[in-house]
């Protein structure tokens, strides 16, 4: 019977590692079970990307400025500030009390250490380009200038000088981001970059990391050390990595998350019975859109047919029936609800439905097509249950109104990507943009004729002037109404389909305490709270 | 022995070269890098990605730093999970599987040849077709479809066990993933054992045997189950490696930071570094496994050795 000894012996060993293996951090406190769709790449500010680093990353550090729960930015590191008449010049005056998570102080030298490690070639860092107003910044990063020569400073160590190369009027929620947060030359000198891990990642932020098992959890506790640590609720937070959103709902309903990423797309009118407050649905810094590829036909030089195309959607219905989770129809490209700033909307958003289906025939026609002689086109999209669905709607939409034959093809994410960058097979492709910053210009500036994420190659000489004059204005009211001229200028050329406005949702436990819905999903643990625990 | 082992393990080398050789040049193939997103990137922040993690590089230079690490035993560092290296995942992940697919095995070879077993003994009796019926329903209904449905009824409804990987760290996160896992298998072994132990019953040492006075249960036990096995110990070199790779969807069902969801998703993320190195690990995992069984079969029936 040796097989069966060895099964045996097979069965022992098991048994014995998984007894022996004890990766999860101590459960003592208040902790906080949150949901992330996916690991971080990292949790080295600079080698991070994705909205769910920068999550985590706001929980284990600070920036000169933050936002509070309701999306208005407050001080965070910085106590305050002062600019200069000609926005050039930023100085900024630390805390003197704000502490590492080993007790040491966190000075301004920091922050320039951290600034000129983002700009760095050699750090690979995918923000480099965040702070590409301050002087040098650029020049740093094509190599042809030193990182020293970045204008950042520390005269003192309560004191941080940025200077800028042209006036940003955003640049005080750039601060805010992660790739800006401060680090301490002695972390990188020691474990060089591989200092991201739970033990040797030092906090200037709310909490700590105690342990990450990739693909998995991260658990982070309470930083001491952290100068508001006082108003700090949660004892810890367990970001449990949930890839299925199905999933995530099962252990929300199993009690075990108190915060859910996302909500499954299905089934959303249900959910919305079953959980009634617990579901929070906001506004987010996104857009879903088509667009165009405007360097080959039939789209190439042909306005009149993006705009039937455009005209022929309708959006009202494909946010009500087709998605159905409270997004907004989109008739601009800003989002409603950036700060200040007011979007400029389609010139045929307030027609009625028949009005804009005839004018979208009428034009149409005029392109040179016909029944006899349809418009048979191509509609990209990558691999999701939602996007089929919409472009399986549009898709007879066009053919409904116009006549239109169209082609729907499914293509994995990083195909399609590489189409599009290619802009050689795409004729209309879906796509989406999220903001980084909340100001009119993280959307404007995507459909620039420089700008890697200008997938319709869209390329506008008067968009650019009122970009440029708008970059340049210090005022603030002025700005805004260049700013909005140029949105009208854009979306009367119609490079892209405006769809609909993202919307973020969550299913939030009725024992959480401070959460804010604000337009940016940025939800610092540092401002939650738990009740009473079962 | 020793030089039919040898021979087979010389052979091996080769095999694993060509695997290596053939996943880099398709995993270099596929449209898109691992850097690649919507949120497209400035052309010299780009380049400079590319440089810092030497994909600027000509592709053979690419796959003779590759090898050249291979030799030290450096996998590489992950381009997704930029704070790990390959080895480190591998190594955090591997025993996880090893742990899930060693118990599911297991289940499945106990709870198979029993069942198999019972439903040879019984032949054409109704316990014999409910055996078979529902081992035609444990292959045929994929796991993507009765794992959420367990986990609603066990973990959301009844909250008798944990519906997260993470939730908990006692050892009843293990029950839910291993049963699903264990169920095609067991599905699978109960069927061979009943169609190879109805061929061994009816042999003539068995009846042999019986006219000796020998009772059933005895029978089986001492004469008829090690022969019967033979089939079982075939299916266990690729049943083991098919519990370890097709254990991703389970590993995703519950939220398992296992091997499985970690080739799935570098395959997704296009991160060249960990699917290589999974495929290294696979490869050489395989190779071994038929080689262990090779030896085995050579150990069992001697025949085989002097061939």
Not at chain 2, 106 to 135: F, W
């Amino acid at each position: 019977m040796k097989s069966l000894r060895m099964l045996l012996l097979f069965f022992l060993l098991s048994v014995g590692a998984v007894y022996s293996c004890s990766n999860d951090a101590p459960e003592s406190g208040v902790v906080l079970q949150r949901g992330l769709p996916t690991d971080p790449e990292s949790l080295d500010p600079h080698k991070a990307r994705s909205t769910q680093a920068a999550e985590v990353l706001r929980d284990l550090g600070e920036g000169l400025l933050a936002y509070s729960p309701t999306g208005e930015l407050v001080p965070a590191a910085a106590e305050h500030w002062e600019v200069s008449a000609d926005g050039l010049n930023y100085t900024f005056r630390l805390r003197a009390e704000a502490r590492w998570s080993n007790g040491d102080p966190v000075t301004a030298e920091h922050f320039v250490f951290g600034l000129r490690r983002l700009v760095t070639p050699a750090t690979g860092a995918f923000y480099a380009n965040m702070l590409a107003a301050v002087v040098n910044a650029p020049e740093i990063v094509s190599g042809k200038v030193s990182p020293e020569m970045l204008g950042v400073e520390a005269p003192d160590a309560q004191t941080l000088i940025i200077r800028l190369a042209r006036p940003t009027p955003y640049l005080l929620s750039l601060l805010t981001h992660p790739s800006t947060f401060p680090l301490p030359p002695s972390l990188v000198e020691k474990h060089g970059d591989g200092f991201a891990r739970p033990g040797k990642l030092l906090s200037n932020g709310a909490y700590v990391l105690k342990a990450w098992v990739p693909g998995s959890v991260l658990a982070l506790r309470r930083n001491e050390h952290y100068w508001n640590n006082a108003q700090t609720a949660l004892d810890g937070v367990n970001y449990h990595v949930v890839v299925q959103d199905a999933a995530e709902l099962n252990r929300y309903r199993a009690g075990e998350l108190h915060v859910t990423s996302t909500v499954p797309p299905d089934n959303f009118a249900e959910l919305k019975t079953q959980f009634g407050t617990e579901l929070h649905v906001a506004r987010y810094l996104g857009i879903y859109y088509y667009g165009f590829n405007l360097s080959r036909p039939p789209f190439k030089d042909n306005p009149e047919l993006r705009q039937a195309l455009s005209m022929a959607v309708d959006r009202e219905q494909l946010a009500a029936k087709v998605t159905g989770r409270g997004e907004a129809p989109a008739f601009s490209w800003v989002p409603p609800g950036v700060a200040s700033y007011e979007p400029t909307l389609l010139s045929f958003a307030l027609l009625s439905r028949d009005e804009r289906e005839t004018l979208a025939r009428r034009l149409y026609k005029e392109a040179g097509y016909s029944e006899a002689r349809p418009l048979r086109i191509e509609l990209r999209y990558n691999t999701s249950d939602t996007n089929k669905k919409i472009a399986v709607a549009i898709q007879s939409m066009w053919r409904e109104v116009l006549g239109v034959q169209t082609t729907l093809i499914n293509e994995e994410f990083q195909v399609l990507l590489a189409n599009m960058r290619d802009a050689e097979v795409t004729q209309v492709f879906r796509s989406s943009w999220m903001g980084d910053y909340n100001d009119a210009y993280t959307f404007l500036s995507v459909l620039q004729a420089g700008s890697a994420a200008n997938m319709p190659r869209y390329a506008n000489d008067e968009y650019e002037s009122l970009l440029q004059r708008a970059a340049n204005q210090l005022d603030a009211g002025r700005r805004r109404l260049y700013l909005e001229e140029a949105e009208r200028v854009m979306l009367a050329d119609h490079p892209v389909i405006p769809l609909y406005f993202y919307v973020s949702k969550h299913l939030v436990s009725p024992m959480v305490g401070g959460w804010g819905d604000n337009v940016l999903d940025y939800h610092y643990s540092q401002h939650l709270s738990l009740s009473a625990t079962e | 022995m020793l030089r039919y082992t040898l021979l087979r393990v010389l052979g091996a080398i080769p095999t694993l070269l060509l695997v290596i050789v053939l996943a880099f040049l398709m995993v270099h193939a596929a449209p898109g890098g691992p850097f690649d997103d919507e949120r497209a990137l400035p052309a010299d922040v780009e380049a400079n990605i590319a440089r810092a993690y030497h994909l600027d590089e000509p592709l053979p230079k690419q796959l003779m730093r590759y090898l050249a690490g291979l030799v030290r035993g450096d996998l590489g560092p992950s381009y997704r999970y930029r704070d790990y290296t390959v080895s480190e995942l591998i190594g955090a992940a591997f025993p996880l599987s090893l742990q899930l697919g060693a118990m599911a095995m297991l289940l499945a070879v106990v709870v198979g040849v029993s069942a198999g077993t019972v439903a040879a003994l019984k032949q054409d009796t109704y316990l014999d077709r409910l055996v078979m019926a529902l081992s035609l329903t444990g292959i045929s209904i994929p796991v993507f479809v009765f794992a959420p449905v367990l986990v609603l009824l066990l973990a959301v409804k009844l909250q008798w066990l944990p519906a997260g990987w993470s939730s908990t760290t006692g050892a009843s996160r293990l029950l839910l993933p291993v049963v699903t896992l264990a169920l095609p298998q067991i599905a699978y072994i109960a069927r061979l054992t009943r169609a190879s132990m109805i061929d061994v019953l009816s042999r003539d040492f068995i009846r042999t045997a019986r006219a000796q006075g020998l009772g059933t249960a005895t029978v089986v036990r001492l004469h008829a189950l090690k022969p019967a096995m033979l089939p079982v110990l075939s299916y266990m070199g690729p049943a083991i490696a098919a519990i370890l790779t097709g254990s991703v969807v389970v590993e995703e069902i519950f939220g398992i930071p296992g091997l499985g969801q970690f080739f799935v998703r570098g395959a997704l993320n296009r991160d060249y570094t960990l699917v290589l190195g999974i495929v290294v690990f696979y490869a050489t995992l395989i190779v071994s496994l038929n080689l262990i069984v090779d030896v085995l079969y050579g150990a069992i029936d001697p025949r085989v050795r002097y061939r």
